[in-house]
T-cell receptor, first 111, second 113 residues
Framework: GEDVEQSLFLSVREGDSSVINCTYT??????LYWYKQEPGAGLQLLTY?????DMKQDQRLTVLLNKKDKHLSLRIADTQTGDSAIYFC???????????FGTGTRLQVFP | DGGITQSPKYLFRKEGQNVTLSCEQN?????MYWYRQDPGQGLRLIYY???????QKGDIAEGYSVSREKKESFPLTVTSAQKNPTAFYLC????????????FGSGTRLTVV
C-alpha cells in the first residue's frame, strides 16, 4: 500500500533555515500537504502543492517537489521558536479516498 | 466562524467502561474522520465516513464504534474491548474524500485510570 516516511527529529538554531523532508511511494499522488501540530493541539494545514508543480512559496515557507524521486520538502526560512512543533506531510492520490500521513517530524528550535 | 469542535478536551475512563468522544462540524463537509495519536507516533485512522448513515473501518477499528446520523456529527465510542485506549484522539473533516485537505479539531486526550 501507499507509504509516507519522514525523519523523526530536526533541531535548528533560531534564525537558521529548517528543511523537513518526506518521501512517498504512490506514483499517482495528486496533492501533497504539510501540516503543523503544536503541543496538545490538532493539526493545522500549512500549505499544499499539486503534483504537477515543482515549487510553491508562501512567505517563509517553500515547498519543493521532486516527483521523479517521490520526494517532498518543506523549507522554513528564518526559523523562530514559535515554529517548534511536529510537522506532518500527507498525500492523496487516485488510488485512495483519504489522506495518507507521514509519521511526523519534531522540529526543535533553540536560541 | 466555521470549524470543527471536539469535546471534552480531557477525559478519564475507568477500566471496563465505554466512553463517547464528541465531534461536531459546521463546515458543511461531507466526510469526517477519527484518528488516534500515541506519543511520538503519527496518526492512525480509526473510522471514516463519506456521507450520512455510512462509515468505513480504518486501520485500527477494533474496540471502537461510530455513528453518522447527522452530517454535522461523528461521535466515537471507545468500548471496553479496546485494550489500550489511552491516547490523543483527533477528529477531522473534509469537503469530500480524496484530494482535499482536512480540517482538524483540537483533540481529546483520553486517559484510563
Amino acid at each position: 500500500g501507499e507509504d509516507v516516511e519522514q525523519s523523526l527529529f530536526l533541531s535548528v538554531r533560531e534564525g537558521d533555515s529548517s528543511v523537513i523532508n518526506c518521501t512517498y511511494t504512490d506514483s499517482s499522488s495528486t496533492y501533497l500537504y504539510w501540516y503543523k501540530q503544536e503541543p496538545g493541539a490538532g493539526l493545522q494545514l500549512l500549505t499544499y502543492i499539486f503534483s504537477n508543480m515543482d515549487m510553491k512559496q508562501d512567505q517563509r515557507l517553500t515547498v519543493l517537489l521532486n516527483k521523479k524521486d517521490k520526494h517532498l520538502s518543506l523549507r522554513i526560512a528564518d526559523t523562530q521558536t514559535g515554529d517548534s512543533a511536529i510537522y506532518f506531510c500527507a498525500e492523496t492520490s487516485e488510488n485512495t479516498d483519504k489522506l495518507i500521513f507521514g509519521t511526523g517530524t519534531r522540529l526543535q528550535v533553540f536560541p | 466562524d466555521g470549524g470543527i469542535t471536539q469535546s471534552p478536551k480531557y477525559l478519564f475512563r475507568k477500566e471496563g467502561q465505554n466512553v463517547t468522544l464528541s465531534c461536531e462540524q459546521n463546515l458543511n463537509h461531507d466526510a469526517m474522520y477519527w484518528y488516534r495519536q500515541d506519543p511520538g507516533q503519527g496518526l492512525r485512522l480509526i473510522y471514516y465516513s463519506q456521507i450520512v448513515n455510512d462509515f468505513q473501518k480504518g486501520d485500527i477499528a477494533e474496540g471502537y464504534s461510530v455513528s453518522r446520523e447527522k452530517k454535522e456529527s461523528f461521535p466515537l465510542t471507545v468500548t471496553s474491548a479496546q485494550k489500550n485506549p489511552t491516547a490523543f484522539y483527533l477528529c477531522a473533516s473534509s469537503i469530500e474524500t480524496g484530494g482535499y485537505g482536512y480540517t482538524f479539531g483540537s483533540g481529546t486526550r483520553l486517559t484510563v485510570v
